[in-house]
């Protein structure tokens, strides 16, 4: 049985990481449109390189928790797929085995002319100065506002394989991301792991479960392994 799951940042914020976007737009306290823009690398480089740098430092910092944890558990079980909106690879390091990254995992470097050619990150820093292997400069594999999110049809094709759907810590605000659930069948069981369920009025056969990620999934595991 396919469980496919959607985790948004809900879940990496138990292991410590800050949430992408707080109330008041701003990420560890500089403005998005100043860090997370193609404009903004282009007017200012060694800021946004500096950003994602500290950034990686904390995703590699951080460590999986009970949530990440539960999810590789389930594939004891189930044929698990998760698709993220997170940039860190606490999935992988939890033991899941098939992980879709929409926008991109900040452990890894891309060409500044060539998005798809990506490189390891030797440490925690990309420096000015260090080039793919046509010449331009390295950045973050990250998918930055504005720009395409190539793993988009991919992850809506495994949406539509989907006999179980899950969705974790994430407010279903940041599109496309926001549109894979409806290409979950219809009749498909969607469970909704939140302290505040999104606006899903509008599908069928939802159930919440009103807690954080950890509390949530272990509420979850018991579903679906004792009915």
């Known amino acids: 049985m396919k469980l496919v799951v959607l985790t948004g940042a809900g879940i990496s914020a138990e292991s ?4 992408f976007r707080d109330s008041d737009g701003l990420w560890e306290g500089y403005n998005i449109h100043d860090v997370a823009t193609p404009e903004a690398w282009e007017r200012n480089p060694e800021l946004v390189q500096g950003f994602y740098n500290e950034r990686r430092k904390q995703v590699l910092a951080a460590k999986p928790n009970r949530a990440h944890q539960l999810l590789a558990e389930l594939e004891n079980d189930f044929d698990v797929e998760i698709i993220t909106q997170n940039i860190d690879d606490l999935h992988e390091r939890a033991g899941s085995t098939k992980v879709t990254h929409l926008h991109g995992i900040i452990i890894r470097s891309q060409s500044d002319i060539r998005p798809h050619l990506t490189y390891p990150i030797t440490g ?18 990250v998918v930055w506002f504005g720009e395409a999110v190539p793993m988009i049809e991919v992850a809506a094709n495994i949406c539509g394989k989907a006999d179980l759907f899950v969705l974790i810590g994430t407010s279903l605000a940041v599109y496309p991301a926001a549109g894979l659930i409806d290409f979950v069948p219809r009749e498909v069981n969607k469970y909704i792991i ?14 919440t479960i009103e807690q954080n990620a950890v509390n949530g999934m272990a509420q979850l595991k018991s579903i679906l392994l004792n009915g």
Do not use: A, W
């Open 16 to 19: 410590g990481l800050k949430t």
């Open 124 to 141: 925690s820093e990309i420096k000015m100065g260090e080039l793919c292997e046509f010449g331009s400069q390295l950045r973050p594999h």
């Open 194 to 207: 939140d302290p505040k369920t999104p606006d899903v009025k509008r599908y069928q056969n939802v159930i």
